[in-house]
């Protein structure tokens, strides 16, 4: 059995009872029932013409609420407050907390990545785009930022500290990360409170957190998306110390100028985002960062090593994190990573009801080679997969 203070899992020992014992009860014999009953006058048996409207009212305003009340609390949501009470697999938060507490290994990731064939291509790459080390790829985003050249001078400016933050500069520190997916196995872990123990945590998008802390954790050091996919809840923000933008079009570059200075874009420039964006994010200018193209070109150029189908590859956000995170820590855990696409009814999302079936529409990425490179990693050591998805 693993102890790590408040993040071990115990199996109650106490000897107490999974049921509480019944109360004394006495029972009152039929025979003496029957004595105490009295005589009643038929009469009593029936009731009136107004009663029985009003019964036939309640009856009947009943039914339409036994039908309305679904339908405004879903039952997925009423079950998770009774259904996962309890972690659903203890041997999974026990192996967590044992990895949480042995020391930090210094350089883990790059001394188990050398046996890979793709591990040239995974080291030293940079990370935030730097003022003085303009990208010159020509690649249009996400590969590269040709084209973009007006925008990113002008989010640049707005940008007190680009480049890696003072504190991620540190040698001598050994840093232990966790990049956290969306992905539907994390409902129900209970590993919440072993997330908020890593130095970096790194979340996807719109992925949200209040109200998922059981599970997902509590803070937030570095949020990577892209401008539809930044959460819309200032609450998002609380507990978040950096925003790194993934640029795919010029105009991202645009509203992340927009958002750092609060000067909002034109209404014409916002028609041309596939979805509303959100205008203000609670940040200070220096918690904002863009993310260096060169990690989404790696990314997929090591994809493209597993793909049936050549050409430019475009790696999920999640591929494109795990990534970063190599670059910046010296251990990787994943958490809510892996598509089990055997189960199409199983949870897509940890935060929502829609099911595994539905990636089946999506054509953009290539989910089944992500799946065996990050089968790589785990296989070699470089990653540890807390939720086993992979």
């Known amino acids: ?68 009340i679904p339908a405004y609390f879903p039952l997925d949501k009423v079950a998770t407050l009774s259904d996962d009470q309890y972690p659903k697999d203890l041997g999974l938060l026990n192996r967590s907390a044992s990895l949480l507490l042995d020391p930090c290994q210094p350089r883990w990731c790059q001394k188990h990545l050398k046996p890979l064939s793709c591990s040239a291509g995974l080291l030293g790459i940079p990370v935030f785009v730097h003022h003085n080390r303009p990208p010159q790829w020509n690649l249009p985003p996400p590969l590269g930022l040709q084209g973009t050249e007006e925008h990113l001078a002008m989010a640049l400016a707005s940008l007190p500290q680009p480049g890696l933050p003072a504190t991620m500069k540190k040698k001598g520190i050994c840093r232990r990360c966790v990049v956290v997916g969306n992905g539907g196995i994390l409902h ?40 539809e996919g930044a959460p819309h809840s200032v609450s998002e923000y609380k507990k978040t110390t950096m925003v790194a933008l993934v640029v795919f079009k010029s105009l991202d570059l645009a509203w992340l100028t927009s958002v750092i200075t609060k000067q909002p874009l034109s209404f014409w420039s916002k028609m041309w985002f596939w979805r509303d964006v959100v205008d203000d994010i609670p940040l200070k200018p220096e918690n904002f960062k863009i993310l260096h193209p060169e990690i989404i070109h790696k990314t997929g150029q090591v994809l493209q090593k597993y793909a049936l189908k050549q050409g430019n590859m475009v790696p999920t956000l999640g591929a494109s994190a795990v990534v970063m995170a190599l670059q910046l820590c010296d251990q990787v855990s994943l958490a809510g990573f892996g598509y089990d696409m055997q189960h199409p009814e199983a949870r897509l999302h940890y935060y929502e009801t829609l099911r595994m079936d539905a990636m089946k529409a999506q054509v953009v990425h290539d989910i089944s080679s992500e799946k065996l490179f990050l089968r790589d990693l785990v296989a070699a050591g470089a990653v540890t997969d807390l939720t086993g998805g992979l």
């Open 1 to 68: 059995m693993v102890t790590l203070n408040h993040l071990s899992v115990q199996d109650p020992d106490d000897g107490s009872p999974l049921l509480p014992e019944a109360e004394d009860m006495t029972l009152t014999p039929v025979c003496n029932r029957q004595k105490e009953m009295t005589k009643t006058n038929s009469a009593d048996f029936f009731l009136s013409r107004r009663e029985n409207l009003g019964l036939c009212l309640l009856f009947l305003i009943g039914g339409y609420l036994a039908i309305l």
């Open 188 to 227: 129900g872990s209970h590993l919440g409170s072993h997330i908020d123990h890593y130095h970096i945590i790194i979340r996807l998008n719109n992925a949200p957190v209040p109200g998922f802390e059981r599970d997902v954790g509590s803070r937030t050091t570095i949020r990577l998306l892209y401008p």
